[in-house]
């Protein structure tokens, strides 16, 4: 494909990125995401690790099941079972990553090529897996997951698992009806008399014409499963106790969010801090992929 | 309208059926050693496993076992809750109300709430209104309902101590179990059975155990109504026929609200459907994090001890208000909309 400047793809892409950079929601949301990654990438310069065969395991110092404030040597404290804190901030990060970018890898690419294949040829096969769709749409995202991960055996991984096997009816949902209405338009008959094969035309004429729901429900997508598998793991379904995970953090929080009568909000930053972390990670996305809706809405994209 | 019940009612049953086969399917991926765990109660029973599974079948096949299951369904038999410590179908029945008062509550704030904001801001586009309102779902839809169930927890238990966690306080609760003759439960719920036994007190007390439960609610789930309301006002404010009624000299506030909001209406109904899905998984944090003893917070007690027989039964449960609300929904949206025929 020629990228030269007057290709009418590359035109529309600038004009996106354009329309992206003019909302100011989405400049916040990539400067929050930017500093996310740049934590997420530098982990180890930041808070080097104690363990270092299992970094993600918090360090601590004690069993005292009492939180410690901030001090010199813990900057944010220590939680419950005398867990440091900003080393668990820090390292969570990368859990988050890796949570919300399997999940949504795996359901997106599952869900995608199901959606094209039965959004295109139809038949048997449609049928079979919109009815297949129709029974898991039935539970919500949270509880068929649940069901998955009780059935798996309890872990950070086998929550991912559970949730990239939910999440992927979304996707084949909406593919499928883009590209039930792409099918019959001219160009792809064009590209059939021309002798273009299936594969090709999915790929290169229909699917980046598709793909844009699919790019915002997976930006929606990588906060809101960062948020399920962080309350998993607040349940009790999730990693080892002492693994950096933001869920778990909350969860060893939780006995302490009310403190000694004289001082009831003594422990706040044991919930506060991985708290923040998760909602800005969250927020982040949500505004990125809020951006990206108005970016790609036809219907209010030129106005 | 009666042809289209009819064949909403056969795909209730084909989706009740195939989520009992999912659901079975994924709790068999357990050994028949674990699954056996479940039927014992004490540490004697616990060497005649064996025994347990050849006595129950757990090591027969799966439609063997999928079949027997059916059975003692059909006969109302829905097996026994470790959580509850009595039958899944009489812990229903008990947990039920806490979980559909915090509902009935919430969902009227939840709808107009939401459908006043988004016209709000859809009308006000691209002003400051619209911005901050935006900003505020935003935010709210990115929070999640555990962790802010628990900051309000923090704030308004801990520091004001205005409100606290759970159902009734503690001396009306003691009250209600020492004078079962005084207090009659009709429906279970507190703030109902209060007002017809005559007690305000404690259909009040049960009101403010509401208030934060539903607060935490609202704010994380009234995003997406209000983000539908508002493209679909954006949408309607935009067609010609808004165009002609003020080229006639039609008032703001008529083409506003009598035009166009009743048309950005539509699409509201349509996202009703995941928001039942949204609240059903709200109220399992909602609940967890507020001790409530309801359907979500039996959900995940039961999730975390492996009770099974509570895993289908909550599944099948949701199965039947998902198609049921879907059914109702797509009535409804065929009687606001003439242009839609249900056929």
């Given at each position: 494909?020629?990228?030269n400047?007057?290709?009418?793809r ?8 354009h329309r992206?950079f ?17 934590v ?6 930041i ?30 404290g ?6 440091d ?34 959004g ?7 049928e ?7 029974i ?11 069901a ?19 999440q992927?009816?979304w ?7 883009e ?5 019959d ?14 594969f ?29 598998a ?9 990693a080892?106790?002492?693994?950096a995970?933001?869920g ?13 009568v ?42 | ?10 795909f209730?049953?084909f989706?009740?059926?195939?989520v ?49 299951w059916?059975?003692e ?24 109300p ?28 691209d ?15 990115s ?6 169930a ?7 238990y ?36 209060g ?16 208030v934060?439960?539903i ?5 994380v ?71 409530r003893?309801?359907?979500g917070w ?28 879907n ?6 949206y ?10």
């Amino acid at each position: 494909m020629a990228t030269n400047k007057f290709h009418p793809r590359w035109r529309e892409f600038k004009f996106t990125l354009h329309r992206i950079f003019r909302n100011p929601s989405a400049i916040i949301g990539f400067m929050l995401l930017f500093c996310f990654m740049a934590v997420a990438m530098l982990a180890p310069v930041i808070a080097p690790p104690k363990n270092q065969f299992n970094p993600y395991m918090m360090p601590h110092k004690g069993y005292s099941p009492t939180p410690k404030p901030p001090s010199e040597q813990n900057i944010f404290g220590t939680t419950s079972g005398q867990y440091d804190i900003f080393y668990g901030a820090v390292w969570g990060t990368r859990t988050a990553f890796k949570i919300g970018l399997f999940v949504v890898l795996i359901a997106g690419i599952v869900g995608i090529s199901l959606g094209a294949i039965a959004g295109y040829y139809g038949g048997l096969l449609d049928e079979i897996l919109m009815r297949l769709i129709d029974i898991m749409w039935a539970i919500p995202t949270l509880v068929l997951a649940m069901a998955i991960v009780v059935a798996f055996g309890r872990g950070l991984d086998k929550i991912m698992i559970a949730l990239a096997l939910v999440q992927w009816r979304w996707y084949v949902r909406v593919i499928r009806s883009e590209i039930l209405t792409l099918r019959d338009q001219d160009f792809v008959h064009a590209a059939k008399l021309m002798g273009v094969s299936d594969f090709i035309i999915i790929t290169r004429h229909i699917l980046p014409n598709a793909i844009y729901p699919v790019l915002i429900m997976a930006s929606m997508d990588m906060g809101s499963m960062v948020i399920t598998a962080a309350f998993l793991s607040f349940v009790g379904l999730g990693a080892p106790k002492g693994y950096a995970d933001w869920g778990q953090m909350v969860a060893l929080a939780r006995n302490y969010i009310v403190g000694p009568v004289d001082d009831p909000l003594r422990f706040w930053y044991t919930i506060v801090i991985p708290g923040a972390c998760i909602i800005l990670f969250v927020l982040a996305w949500n505004l990125i992929g809020d951006a990206l809706r108005d970016a790609f809405d036809p219907k209010l994209r030129r106005r | 309208m009666l042809p289209f019940i009819i064949r909403r009612f056969f795909f209730l049953i084909f989706v009740l059926f195939g989520v009992s086969v999912l659901i079975f399917g994924i709790l068999m991926t357990f050994s028949p050693e674990r699954r056996a765990a479940a039927y014992v109660t004490t540490p004697q029973q616990a060497k005649d496993i064996p025994k347990i599974i050849k006595q129950f079948g757990l090591d027969d096949p799966f439609y063997h076992q999928y079949f027997r299951w059916i059975k003692e369904v059909a006969k109302g038999n829905l097996g026994w809750s470790l959580v509850a410590a009595r039958p899944v179908g009489e812990a229903f029945w008990r947990y039920f109300p806490v979980t559909l008062e915090m509902n009935l509550f919430a969902a009227p704030i939840v709808i107009f709430f939401g459908i006043w904001l988004g016209s709000v801001s859809g009308i006000h586009r691209d002003t400051w209104v619209d911005h901050s309102t935006r900003i505020f779902a935003i935010i709210g839809w990115s929070l999640p309902t555990f962790l802010f169930a628990l900051i309000l927890l923090m704030v308004f238990y801990g520091y004001f101590q205005a409100f606290s966690p759970g159902v009734l306080s503690d001396e009306l609760t003691l009250f209600i179990i020492d004078n079962p003759d005084k207090f009659t439960p009709y429906t279970g719920m507190y703030t109902i059975d209060g007002i017809l036994n005559g007690r305000l007190d404690i259909a009040l007390d049960g009101l403010h155990h509401l208030v934060l439960p539903i607060i935490t609610y609202v704010i994380v789930v009234v995003a997406l109504n209000m983000r539908v309301m508002r493209s679909g006002i954006i949408e309607e404010l935009s067609k010609d026929y808004v165009l002609t009624a003020r080229a006639k000299g039609a008032d703001n506030k008529t083409v506003n609200f009598k035009h166009a909001r009743r048309n950005a209406l539509l699409p509201v109904v349509t996202v009703a459907g995941q928001l039942v899905a949204l609240s059903m998984e709200g109220s399992v944090s909602v609940e967890v994090v507020y001790n409530r003893h309801g359907i979500g917070w039996w959900l995940a007690e039961s999730a975390t001890q492996l009770d099974m027989p509570v895993l289908m039964c909550i599944c099948l449960f949701m199965g039947v208000v998902f198609v049921i609300t879907n059914l109702i929904l797509d009535i409804m949206y065929a009687v606001i909309d003439p242009r839609i025929r249900l056929n």
